[in-house]
């Protein structure tokens, strides 16, 4: 009993916020896990009376309490819809991080965290060795995501059509992109220097998606910055409760970037975005002198590419844009990343640079719906990720769309497995894919 006591006087930290919640309920109408299980325990009205089950040391069982809180997407629909402004994301994720720090990570945790995700250098070392013997595990499919499917029966793989890691991560051709294409396209300075945030994904499977950015970017005349030795942001850690790791990469990257002159700190990335911007300067833990500062002043510098381009760079469409005599004819839809639209209010951006590159954009019914990724929720609960997901394939299945379109890296995994599953033969790309393409176009 008395560790429990120790429990709830952790989990009395989250008291102010917790008491916020007047359990009106109004975010089970919004959960896309709640819509597919129909389980009290699964909204974030349910959870959080967990928490304060614990807060007043009526449960004894925290792993119980624990499972139930990390089967959520935090892709907070809740929070953006709750009346009462209950921060539900950060509360979960603290949550989180008191019960890890009680019951303790994993061991297959600790090592993935601890070991390889805390230590850039070696992440980076780990999964080149795997992307040279991937083939071994997995088999290539013809269709238009590009995915592979598992050669064996594995609990983790079985059904799922993954995208294989790129041959060549963005961050090991760093030294060549002083002679992109682009470069001659426009000599016109935007007076404006940025840093590029990679983040782990862009770098290791989809390197096509930091190329196009570095060429848009370089050819409306943005200065560039892209350090070497960039790691992950650390959202996986965090979510998983470790935020000794969250930290420890938090701090890789303040030292990487202190001698770094930029206006802005911009990603491709919608979850690399929202965690450098909203959770870095909240859940850092126990900032030193000036760390907190930095931290709030790098947030408030940091923007989602898409947003930069058009609220910063401002080009003129009509003009610096490929699409001035209207569109091609080819049909794409676009879906709202959680992280983007959500957390960051960010969504008008992107849908005028995919007009801006010629396309006939069509929205899709639910465009800022969930697709059921949730970063680690869709290895342990993918029956529930997949269901979720089938309904995202069908609404961009509906619009009769050649190409789907989102700036989250992790949903374009997540749609392209939907897709390939249900033998959709729609592409599934970021937008400065396409407008990169579109202005080597024009260069032309």
């Known amino acids: 009993m008395a560790q429990m006591n120790d429990l709830a ?28 299980t129909r389980k009290e325990a699964d909204v974030a009205r349910g959870k959080l009376a967990l928490l304060s089950g614990l807060m007043e040391n009526i449960f004894e069982d925290p792993s119980g309490v624990s499972q139930r809180l990390n089967k959520c997407l935090l892709c907070g629909s809740c929070a953006a819809n709750c009346p009462s402004g209950v921060n539900v994301l950060e509360i979960f994720i603290k949550a ?40 071994l595990f997995i088999k290539d499919q013809a269709n238009a995501q590009g995915t592979s499917c598992a050669r064996l029966v594995s609990p983790l793989l079985a059904g799922r059509h993954v995208l294989p890691m790129a041959k060549n991560p963005f961050h090991k051709s760093l030294a060549d992109l002083s002679r992109t294409p682009l470069a ?7 007076g404006l220097r940025a840093l590029f945030f990679t983040g782990c994904l862009i770098d290791k499977i989809f390197p096509n998606v930091a190329h196009a950015s570095v060429k848009v970017l370089t050819h409306h005349g943005v200065g560039l910055s892209i350090p070497q030795g960039q790691g992950c942001c650390g959202i996986p850690a965090l979510a998983s409760g470790d935020r ?50 930095q931290l709030d002043a790098l947030s408030q510098r940091t923007m989602d590419i898409n947003q930069f381009l058009v609220d910063r760079v401002k080009p003129d469409f009509g003009k610096d844009a490929p699409s001035v005599s209207g569109p091609s004819g080819e049909i794409v839809t676009y879906h709202d990343p959680c992280h983007l639209k959500k957390s960051l209010g960010v969504a008008a951006q992107p849908r005028k640079i995919i007009r801006a590159a010629g396309k006939t954009l069509v929205e899709m019914e639910d465009s800022d719906k969930c697709c059921g ?22 609404n961009i299945a509906d619009t009769g769309c050649t ?27 970021h937008p400065m894919e396409v407008y990169a393409r579109a202005l080597e176009e024009k260069i032309k």
Not at 98 to 116: A, D, H, N, W
């Open 373 to 394: 990724m949730g970063g680690s929720f869709n290895l342990f609960h993918y029956d529930v990720s997949a269901s979720i997901g089938n309904l995202k394939q069908k």
């Open 403 to 429: 190409t789907l379109l989102t700036g989250c890296p992790a949903c374009m995994m997540q749609i392209s497995d939907m897709l390939a599953r249900n033998k959709q033969n729609i592409k599934v790309c």
């Open 9 to 36: 006087v952790l989990v009395k930290e989250l008291e102010e916020q917790l008491v916020t919640c007047i359990r009106c309920g109004m975010c089970q109408s919004v959960c896309p896990l709640f819509e597919q």
């Open 184 to 190: 001659k396209g426009n000599k016109k300075d935007s």
């Open 96 to 135: 989180r991080a008191i019960l890890t720090e009680y019951t303790g990570l994993s061991p297959v945790k600790q090592l993935i965290f601890k070991r390889m995700l805390a230590n850039p250098k070696i992440f980076d070392t780990l999964t080149q060795w795997a992307g040279r013997f991937q083939n």
């Open 244 to 293: 000794e790791t969250f930290t420890r990469l938090v701090d890789h990257h303040l030292d990487l970037f202190k001698n770094e002159k930029f206006d802005v700190l911009i990603t491709a990335c919608a979850t690399c975005t929202s965690t450098i911007k909203k959770l870095w300067p909240t859940l850092y833990k126990n900032p030193t002198s000036g760390v907190k500062e």
